[in-house]
């Protein structure tokens, strides 16, 4: 018994150094190395200051930004998730339609049924960072009001969308995408 035990207490010891030491350092090093700006999580300078991370969505709700899809943790990371709201649930029902209300109402569209999911449903993990190409075009209109464009600012914020428009992963994983932050701080940018 005791031999058995002083074994296991190696055994311990050897799997907590491997595993809670090596290997994470490790990892940490070789992604430091490989992938220095992921691993420090993607984050955004602008004027010597982080603004923020590429890898997580923020709440816009000005009319001269575009809008984030919404979240359902307030864009919060840390306790990032969904609503764990199902099909069947009414709550989710208005949710749902009370956003695609404020979203046409505001980019004057008359149709609701033409508004991407993602303006209407939340992620999963609430911090979903981007929206497709033709919910950016949908709320085109509304910011060149908003910011009084003139054609060639219209023009430019059209050819902006289409720049920064994201294809799938290796062309098949995923779906055509616009990170909203990056297209807003661009958006900032436009003379």
């Known amino acids: 018994m005791k031999k058995q035990t002083l074994i296991a207490l190696k055994i311990l010891g050897v799997m907590t150094v491997l595993t809670g030491i090596i290997y994470p350092l490790l990892l940490t090093g070789l992604a430091q190395f490989a992938f220095p700006a992921k691993a420090n999580g993607s984050l955004i300078w602008k ?10 969505g923020q709440k816009f709700d000005s009319s001269i930004y575009f809008w984030s899809r919404p979240s359902a943790v307030d864009y919060n ?14 709550q989710l029902k208005e949710l749902v339609a009370n956003r695609a209300s404020i979203f046409a109402n505001e980019n004057l569209l008359s149709d609701t049924n033409a508004i991407p999911k993602e303006m209407v449903f939340a992620s999963a993990s609430g911090l979903d960072p981007h929206i497709s190409p033709e919910a950016a075009m949908l709320q085109l209109d ?5 910011r009084n464009f003139s054609e060639v600012q219209r023009k ?11 294809e ?13 932050f990056e297209l807003n701080l661009d958006l900032d940018n436009l003379r």
């Open 47 to 56: 004027d010597d200051r982080i603004t923020g991370s590429a890898l997580i």
């Open 77 to 90: 990371p840390l306790p990032s998730g969904g609503s764990n709201l199902g099909p069947t649930s009414d």
């Open 142 to 146: 509304r910011i060149a009001r908003a």
């Open 156 to 166: 430019q914020l059209l050819q902006l969308i289409h720049s920064r428009t994201e």
């Open 168 to 180: 799938p992963q290796f062309f098949i994983f995923g779906e055509r995408r616009i990170n909203v």
